[in-house]
C-alpha cells in the first residue's frame, strides 16, 4: 500500500485513489485518425522508472491531479518537480 | 386502508423527516463513546469558484471550519466547496444569503446524506479501526474537515470536540445510513456498548 | 504434583499460588498461572508433543518459544496453536493435532519405513500420474497425513476477528533490551511509538538470564510501560513491511478478537527481533530431549521445569555454556559437557519416545536424556529483506548481517552485532534517537495545512546524523552439520540427506532446492532451517556459504490466519428510504450491486400484469441520479451523450447513450433540463459512480475551462415510477401546481410539483415499462409518506406495488434493453441497435473515430427481438444461437422471459448481422442440448411498438 501524495488532501493510502495511469493526450476527435485514436487508447509507454500518472482522489477531495513516481521504487514526486 | 378515497394526504408541516437511522444513541456504560444520529441537522452544499464573492464570504479553506455567529457551521469539504450545518428545518435561510454572482451553487443536500457524530474519550480509537486517516492532533486537529472510507464507505468528517473531548460528525450519501451506523456501532462493542436486536453488520 | 517442578527460581514467571486444571488428550493435567502450555505438560513429565508431518516421528520440545515447530497443539475448536507461547488457561482442553491414529500409536510411522520414498520431489514423482487416480486415492490418502488441527465450524464459539489502523511515528518490532531501549529513546524525543513484541512478556533474553539481567528488565519495562508515548503490544508479531513502511501487526493479545490485524502506516521501523538459535544437524536431532540451549534456560528459568536428568551439552557459545550452569543449579547431571569451539561433536541420538543414548564425536557413546545444542544463531532479518536489504554472510561471525537499508528502516540489537546489555541498550537508545528524528521531520512535512492553520509551525527538528557505534561482530564457529545427517526442516520433515540428493538431481540452487524439496515451507517459514539449508548446499557443492545466497524471506514473517486477514465483514448495502417498508411488506430481498431491492412481493406476474391493467408503483431510487448546474451542461451533455443535447428546452426530458472512449456502449439515461442552466441526469444504477467519477474527470482534466458543477443526488431523491393505465387518475389525486393533462405534460416532459403535500418534487413523465407512467423524485426525508399517500389513494384503481423482477418483464416485453445485460463489454454503439440516435457528425463525442469506424462495418452483432416459435418455450438469458446443426455462433439469447401480457415468450438477443432482418429464422440451443426455432421481430417492443400506451 503505497502512500500517494494529493496536492489537497495531503499523504494518502493508495487505496483511497483511483490510479488513472500515465498521462495522455487525446487527440481531436474530429480529425483524429484511428490508429492515431487507439495509440491514445491503448499505448502508453510504461518505463521502468519515472513517470507522469493522473490519480483520482476518490474518497477525499475529488480531483484529479498528476504526480510522478517511479515504477521500481515507488518513489513519487510532485509533477513540477520535472 | 380506508376503503373511500379521501384526498389522502396530510400537509407539509405534519409531515415528518424520516432518518435512515432507525436506532436510537448507542453508548457505553462508561460514557467512552456514543454514537447518535444527527441526519435531521440542515446541510447544504455551496460550490463556488476561487474569486467569487460566495467563497471569499465563506471564508474557510478546504480541510478547515468555523461557526459563524448565525449558528451555522461552514466547512470546507472540498476545494471550492464547502457544506454548511444549521439546525434541522432551515435549508432556506442557509441557502438565501448565499451571494450568487458568479459561477456559485448552493444546493440542499439534507435529504443526500446521512450523518452520524461519534464522541467521546474512544472515539478516536473507534474510528482508527474502520478509518485509515491519521488522527492524530497535528494531522486533524479540532475543527478539521476531511474525507476519507469509513468501514468502506466515502464519507465527509468533522472534528468538532465537544466540551474537550473528541468528536466527529461523519455523514455519507443517505442511502449508506444504516449501514454506516451499524458498522460503527459494531466498532463501539470494543469498547463495552452492547447491542440492539436487529442492530448487526454479519 | 508437577514432577519436574523445580524450587523456585528467581526469575520464574509463575504463579505457583495458582492451580489451573486443563486437559490433554483428555487426561487431566494442572499448572500455574504463568504456565505455557508447553511449560505446564513439560513439568508434569509429557516429552511427546506432536507427530512430524511426513514420517510421523514423534517430536518434543525444541525451543521452547514462540516459533518452536513442533508444539502445534488444538485447544479445543482452535487449531494451530503454539504451545511454546500460549499461555495457561483453567479448563483448556489441548490435544495433539496431525496424529492419526494418535500420538502413541500411530500408523504414519511406518512411513520411516519406507522414508527413501517419501523423500526430495516424492510428491511430484509420485501423484503424477495416472491422473484419476488423484481424485480417487491420491486426495484421500494426502488428507489423512495432512498437517494440522481441527477447524469445528458448526459449534465453534470462536469470535470474529478484528482489524485497526495506527499511525506512529517509531515502530519497533521487538522487545528485548534493544528494542526496549530504542522505543524510550524514541518516545523521550517526542514520537509516538508501538512497541511490538512476540512473546507474552517483554524482554527477550533478559527474561531467563541472571539476576543482573532481570534487573535491567525490571527497570527498561517499568520505563515503557510508564511512557505515555508507547503502545505496547506482546504476544504480537510484526508480519509484513510493504511500500512506505505500510507495516502489518497481528496482535493476539486483545480481547476483542482472537487475533487482530493492525495496520501500522510508520514513520520509521526499528528492527530488534534478537536472534534466533539455530539447530544442529545430526542423526537423531529431532527426537524428543534433544533441545537448544534456549530452550532448556526457558524451562529452568521461567516456569522452574528440569527439562531432563542426565544431559550432554554441545556448547559454541556463551549462551550454551550459560545453560551448563543453569542445568547444574536445576540439578541435572551433566554427563558430557562439550566444547563444539574445540572441535568436540555430537554424532547420533539414539531414541524413540526420548533420547536414550548419544554417540559423540570421539567414538564413545554415553547414556542421558537430554542432549542440549548451543551451536549458533540466526538472524531474523525477515523486515529488512522486505525492506529491500540483501543482508550478507560473514564467515566469521557465522551469521547474517544487514547490509544497505532505507532511512525509515533502521535495525538495532542482536541483529547488527554482539555486545553486553548496556551496549545493547545503548545502541537501541541511539537506534530510537535516530528514528524518532527521522520519523518527526518527515512529520513535520506532512503535517495538514488544518493543524499548520491552527497552531503555529514549530521548527523542523534538525537532522540527525547516523553516528551509533557498530555493535561488535564476535567470532563464531561454522556449526551447521556433524558427521552424520539429520533433520534440517522439522515443519516439513526435510533432513540434510533430501537437501543432498535435490542437489545432485539439479536443484542446486537454493531457491530451486526450496521448491523441490519444500525446506524451509513450513509455519517456521525458514527462521530455524534457512541458514542451515544454505550450509548443507554449500558443503555439497563446495561452494562459499556468502555465494550460497539465502531463500527470499516476503511476508508474513509468521503465519496468519485467514481470518485475521478478513477482519471484520465490512460489506457497505445501501438501502432506500422505502426499502424498510419493502421488508416489512413481504418483499423478496434483491442485493444489485450494493443495493438492496425488492425483486417481487410474492407474485411477479400478477404485479406485471397489474401494471398493464390498473396501476403499479416501483421504487427506482437506485438509479444514478447527478444534478448538473451551470452554463457549459449543454456541452458536458454534447460531449458524453451519443445523440444531440443542443435544443433541449426547458421543462424536457430526452433519452441519451454513452459510450467509452472505445467505441462500446457504457451506459444510458434520461436526463431532463429543470432550468435554465439546471439538468437532472439518470444513469443506470450500477453505473452511477463510474459515471459521476466521468464527468468529473472530463470536467478537470480535459475542459477545465467549462463550468458545470455535478452534484450526485442518487440517495437524496426517492424514485417512485407510477405506471399504468390508471396513473394519471391517482397522480390527480395527489399532486399540486402541475396540470397533468396529455396536452400540458406530454411524454417525455418534465415538471416540478407538490406531490401528497411534499414540495420541490420532480415528474417526469417517461417509462420503463411502456406504460403510460410518471416517475416521481421526492426528497428523501418524506419519501415514504409519498409511497404511503400513493398506495392509500390508489386502492380503489387497484394498485399495487411491484417489484424488479416485474419491472424486467414488463421492459423487456417492451424491449428496452439493459446495458451490461444486453450489451457487454465489447457491445459497440451500432450492435445496440441506436440506429439514428447516433450522430456521427459532432465535433467532439466520445469515442467518436471508433463510432465512425464501427458504423463502416457490416460484420457488427445487432441487438434483435426474438420470438420462439413454440410460445412456450423460454430460452435462458445466455443460450447460444448457432448455425442450423452445427455448433458455429451466430449469437446469444441476453434476455428472455414469459410474457403474461402476449401469453408466449420473448426474448432479446445478439445475432450475426446476417440473421438481423426481421423474418429471419434462429436456431437456439438450449442448456439441455435441444434446438429450437425463433424468428426475429421487426420491432425490438414485443408489446405496443407504436407506444400508443405509453403516449396515452
Known amino acids: 500500500m503505497i502512500v500517494v501524495n494529493c496536492p489537497h488532501c495531503g499523504p494518502r493510502n493508495s487505496s483511497d485513489l483511483r490510479p488513472c495511469g500515465e498521462v495522455t493526450t487525446r487527440p481531436d476527435p474530429a480529425t483524429a485518425s484511428l490508429s492515431e485514436w487507439r495509440t491514445y487508447l491503448y499505448l502508453r509507454e510504461n518505463p521502468a522508472g519515472w513517470v507522469t500518472e493522473t490519480w483520482y482522489c476518490r474518497s477525499g477531495c475529488r480531483r484529479y491531479f498528476t504526480i510522478e513516481r517511479n515504477t521500481a521504487t515507488n518513489e513519487t514526486r510532485s509533477s513540477e518537480a520535472s | ?202 | 504434583m508437577n514432577p519436574n517442578r523445580l524450587p523456585v527460581r528467581p526469575g520464574e514467571v509463575i504463579d505457583r499460588e495458582t492451580s489451573l486444571a486443563f486437559t490433554w488428550n483428555g487426561r487431566p493435567h494442572t499448572g500455574h498461572r504463568g504456565d505455557t502450555i508447553a511449560s505446564a505438560l513439560a513439568a508434569d513429565g509429557v516429552d511427546v508433543f506432536a507427530r512430524s508431518m511426513k514420517y510421523k516421528r514423534r517430536r518434543g520440545i525444541m525451543t521452547a518459544d514462540h516459533w518452536d515447530p513442533n508444539l502445534f497443539v488444538q485447544v479445543g475448536d482452535e487449531p494451530n496453536v503454539r504451545a511454546g507461547s500460549r499461555r495457561l488457561v483453567a479448563g483448556m482442553e489441548v490435544s495433539a493435532q496431525n496424529v492419526w491414529p494418535n500420538l502413541r500409536f500411530d500408523i504414519g510411522a511406518a512411513n520411516q519405513l519406507v522414508g527413501r520414498f517419501l523423500s526430495s520431489g516424492f510428491y511430484y514423482k509420485t501423484f503424477m500420474r495416472p491422473k484419476w487416480l488423484w481424485h480417487h486415492l491420491y486426495q484421500k490418502v494426502l488428507r489423512k497425513f495432512a498437517p494440522g488441527g481441527r477447524i469445528h465450524w458448526e459449534t465453534s464459539t470462536h469470535g470474529a476477528y478484528d482489524k485497526r489502523y495506527a499511525h506512529p511515528d517509531v515502530l519497533v518490532a521487538g522487545g528485548g533490551p534493544a528494542g526496549m531501549g530504542a522505543a524510550i529513546a524514541a518516545a523521550e524525543a517526542g514520537a509516538s511509538v508501538m512497541l511490538v513484541e512476540h512473546e507474552p512478556d517483554l524482554g527477550g533474553h533478559l527474561r531467563w538470564g541472571d539476576a543482573d539481567d532481570l534487573a535491567v528488565l525490571a527497570d527498561l519495562a517499568a520505563a515503557v510501560e510508564s511512557h505515555p508515548g508507547i503502545e505496547v503490544l506482546v504476544d504480537s508479531t510484526v508480519t509484513g513491511r510493504y511500500d512506505h513502511n505500510w507495516i502489518a501487526v497481528m496482535q493476539r493479545s486483545h480481547e476483542i478478537a482472537p487475533e487482530r490485524l493492525i495496520k501500522a502506516r510508520a514513520g520509521s521501523l526499528v528492527v530488534a527481533p534478537g536472534l534466533i538459535e539455530r539447530p544442529y544437524v545430526f542423526a537423531g536431532n529431532d527426537t524428543p530431549g534433544v533441545m537448544l540451549s534456549g530452550a532448556v534456560r526457558r524451562l529452568i528459568n521461567l516456569w522452574a521445569v528440569r527439562p531432563g536428568t542426565r544431559a550432554v551439552v554441545l556448547s559454541a557459545n556463551p549462551e550454551g555454556d550459560a545453560a551448563i550452569a543453569d542445568l547444574e543449579a536445576a540439578g541435572v547431571e551433566i554427563v558430557a559437557a562439550l566444547d563444539a569451539r574445540a572441535g568436540e561433536d555430537i554424532v547420533e541420538v539414539e531414541g524413540r519416545g526420548r533420547v536414550g543414548n548419544v554417540v559423540l564425536g570421539d567414538g564413545r557413546t554415553v547414556s542421558a536424556d537430554l542432549v542440549v545444542i548451543g551451536t549458533g544463531w540466526t538472524a531474523p532479518t525477515s523486515l529488512l529483506n522486505m525492506a529491500g536489504d540483501r543482508p550478507v554472510y560473514d564467515p566469521t561471525a557465522a551469521r547474517y548481517f544487514p547490509n544497505q537499508l532505507p532511512d525509515d528502516v533502521l535495525a538495532t540489537g542482536g541483529i547488527t552485532g554482539n555486545g553486553t546489555t548496556a551496549e545493547l541498550v545503548e545502541h537501541g537508545r541511539a537506534t530510537g534517537t535516530l528514528a524518532a528524528n527521522r520519523a518527526l521531520r518527515n512529520r513535520h512535512d506532512r503535517r495538514s495545512s488544518t493543524a499548520r492553520a491552527r497552531s503555529p509551525e514549530g521548527p523542523i527538528p534538525e537532522s540527525l546524523h547516523d553516528t551509533r557505534a557498530s555493535l561488535a561482530r564476535t567470532p563464531h564457529p561454522e556449526c551447521y552439520r556433524s558427521s552424520s545427517h539429520g533433520m534440517v526442516d522439522f515443519s516439513e520433515d526435510v533432513s540434510s540427506k533430501d537437501l543432498v540428493q535435490a542437489s545432485r538431481e539439479g536443484f542446486d540452487s537454493i531457491e530451486l532446492m526450496k521448491r523441490y524439496t519444500t525446506v524451509t515451507m513450513g509455519p517456521s517459514q525458514g527462521k530455524l532451517e534457512t541458514v542451515n539449508a544454505a550450509a548443507v548446499l554449500a558443503e555439497t557443492r563446495s561452494m562459499d556459504m556468502v555465494d550460497i545466497g539465502t531463500t527470499v524471506w516476503r511476508p508474513p514473517f509468521a503465519p496468519i490466519s485467514l481470518g485475521a486477514l478478513a477482519g471484520r465483514i465490512f460489506e457497505p448495502i445501501r438501502r432506500s428510504a422505502l426499502q424498510d417498508w419493502h421488508e416489512d411488506h413481504g418483499a423478496s430481498p434483491l442485493l444489485a450491486g450494493q443495493w438492496v431491492r425488492p425483486d417481487h412481493y410474492g407474485d411477479p406476474v400478477a404485479e406485471a400484469r397489474n401494471v398493464r391493467e390498473n396501476v403499479g408503483i416501483i421504487d427506482v431510487t437506485p438509479l444514478g441520479k447527478l444534478d448538473l448546474r451551470g452554463p457549459d451542461v449543454t456541452k458536458l451533455l454534447e460531449l458524453v451523450y451519443v445523440n444531440r443535447w443542443q435544443k433541449l428546452d426547458v421543462g424536457r426530458v430526452r433519452y441519451g447513450t454513452m459510450v467509452a472512449e472505445d467505441g462500446v456502449v457504457s451506459d444510458d439515461g434520461v436526463t431532463g433540463r429543470l432550468g435554465e442552466d439546471h439538468y437532472l441526469m439518470t444513469t443506470t444504477s450500477s453505473g452511477a459512480g463510474a459515471i459521476w467519477e466521468m464527468l468529473e474527470d472530463y470536467l478537470q482534466t480535459y475542459r477545465p475551462d467549462w463550468n458545470v458543477h455535478v452534484t450526485a443526488v442518487t440517495g437524496g431523491l426517492t424514485s417512485i415510477n407510477v405506471a399504468g393505465p390508471r396513473c394519471r387518475e391517482l397522480l390527480l389525486r395527489l399532486v399540486e401546481g402541475v396540470d397533468l393533462s396529455p396536452d400540458a405534460f406530454p411524454y417525455f416532459h418534465v415538471r416540478r410539483g407538490t406531490v401528497a403535500g411534499v414540495p420541490d418534487c420532480i415528474i417526469w413523465r417517461i417509462g420503463f415499462t411502456g406504460e403510460l407512467s410518471y416517475e416521481v423524485h421526492v426528497p428523501s426525508g418524506h419519501a415514504l409518506h409519498v409511497w404511503e399517500s400513493l398506495l392509500a389513494n390508489g386502492e380503489d384503481l387497484g394498485i399495487m406495488p411491484f417489484g424488479v423482477e416485474s419491472q424486467r418483464i414488463l421492459r423487456l416485453e417492451k424491449g428496452h434493453y439493459i446495458v451490461g445485460q444486453d450489451t457487454d463489454g465489447l457491445t459497440k454503439a451500432p450492435s445496440a441497435g441506436l440506429g439514428g440516435l447516433v450522430k456521427l457528425d459532432k465535433p467532439d463525442t466520445l469515442g467518436l473515430p471508433e463510432l465512425r469506424a464501427a458504423y463502416a462495418r457490416t460484420d457488427l452483432p445487432i441487438l434483435v427481438a426474438i420470438q420462439t416459435d413454440d410460445p412456450e418455450v423460454v430460452p435462458m438469458e445466455a443460450d447460444q444461437i448457432v448455425d442450423g446443426d452445427s455448433n458455429r455462433i451466430l449469437g446469444r439469447i441476453t434476455s428472455s422471459r414469459m410474457s403474461p401480457t402476449l401469453g408466449r415468450s420473448v426474448c432479446l438477443g445478439q445475432v450475426d448481422p446476417s440473421l438481423a432482418a426481421a423474418g429471419s429464422k434462429v436456431t437456439i440451443l438450449l442448456i439441455d442440448g435441444r434446438r429450437i426455432l425463433g424468428t426475429v421481430q421487426e420491432h425490438h417492443a414485443h408489446v405496443d411498438p407504436e407506444g400508443v400506451r405509453q403516449n396515452a
Open chain 2, 1 to 202: 386502508m380506508p376503503t373511500s378515497i379521501p384526498r389522502g394526504y396530510v400537509r407539509m408541516p405534519d409531515i415528518e423527516f424520516q432518518s435512515p437511522i432507525s436506532h436510537g444513541p448507542i453508548s457505553t456504560p462508561d460514557g467512552s463513546v456514543s454514537i447518535e444520529d444527527e441526519t435531521s441537522t440542515t446541510k447544504v452544499v455551496v460550490r463556488a469558484a476561487a474569486g467569487t464573492a460566495a467563497a471569499a464570504d465563506l471564508g474557510v479553506p478546504y480541510g478547515q471550519s468555523r461557526l459563524r455567529a448565525d449558528g451555522t457551521l461552514v466547512c470546507g469539504t472540498r476545494p471550492d466547496e464547502w457544506t454548511l450545518f444549521a439546525a434541522a428545518g432551515r435549508a432556506a435561510e442557509v441557502i438565501a444569503p448565499v451571494d450568487t454572482d458568479g459561477f456559485v451553487n448552493a444546493i440542499d443536500i439534507t435529504h443526500g446524506r446521512a450523518m452520524m457524530r461519534v464522541s467521546g474519550p474512544k472515539a478516536t480509537a473507534l474510528l482508527a479501526k474502520v478509518c485509515n486517516i491519521d488522527l492524530a492532533d497535528d494531522m486533524t486537529p479540532d475543527g478539521a474537515v476531511f474525507s476519507g472510507s469509513v468501514a468502506k464507505v466515502t464519507c465527509d468528517l468533522l472534528r468538532a470536540d465537544r466540551a474537550g473531548e473528541a468528536s466527529y460528525l461523519i455523514s455519507c450519501e443517505r442511502s449508506f445510513g444504516s449501514y454506516l451506523f451499524a458498522a460503527l456501532a459494531d466498532a463501539s462493542t470494543e469498547f463495552g456498548a452492547s447491542l440492539p436486536a436487529g442492530l448487526s453488520i454479519h
